[in-house]
């Protein structure tokens, strides 16, 4: 499975992007769609989940309410749409999926294939 990201860019703090994953898979109803970002210094942290088949998703507290993860089946393809952004959310964004069963994860040990990444940076 090979994933895309893109959506990315610099916005003002209070704004508003979307990223967008595609994946080259032709099904993805096994799999769990997740994201992830990884701020300069620090670790990799969960952001949110997806299982693709029931659309049960999972966020962590800090985007609670501010981000929302969707997909668009007919696309193969999984949204983050970050609205109330803060400086804090400045990071590079990565797309996951877990092929091996549909358990939901934060853990990015629990996933098989990452995309390439793309920046998000929110000023102040």
């Known amino acids: 499975v090979q994933l895309v990201e893109s959506g990315g860019g610099l916005v003002e703090t209070g704004g508003s992007l979307r990223l967008a994953c595609a994946a080259s898979?032709?099904?993805?109803?096994?799999?769990?769609m997740g994201w992830f970002r990884q701020a300069g210094g620090l670790a990799r942290e969960f952001v949110a989940a997806m299982r693709w088949a029931d659309t049960t998703s999972y966020y962590t507290d800090s985007v609670k309410g501010r981000f929302t993860i969707s997909r668009d089946s007919a696309k193969n393809t999984v949204y983050l749409q970050m609205n109330s952004l803060k400086p804090e959310d400045t990071a590079v964004y990565y797309c996951?999926?877990?092929?091996?069963?549909?358990?939901?994860?934060?853990?990015?040990?629990?996933?098989?294939?990452w995309g390439q990444g793309t920046q998000v940076a929110v000023s102040s």
């Open positions: 996951a999926a877990r092929g091996r069963d549909t358990t939901l994860t934060t853990s990015q040990w629990g996933y098989d294939y």
């Open positions: 898979a032709s099904s993805l109803s096994a799999y769990v």
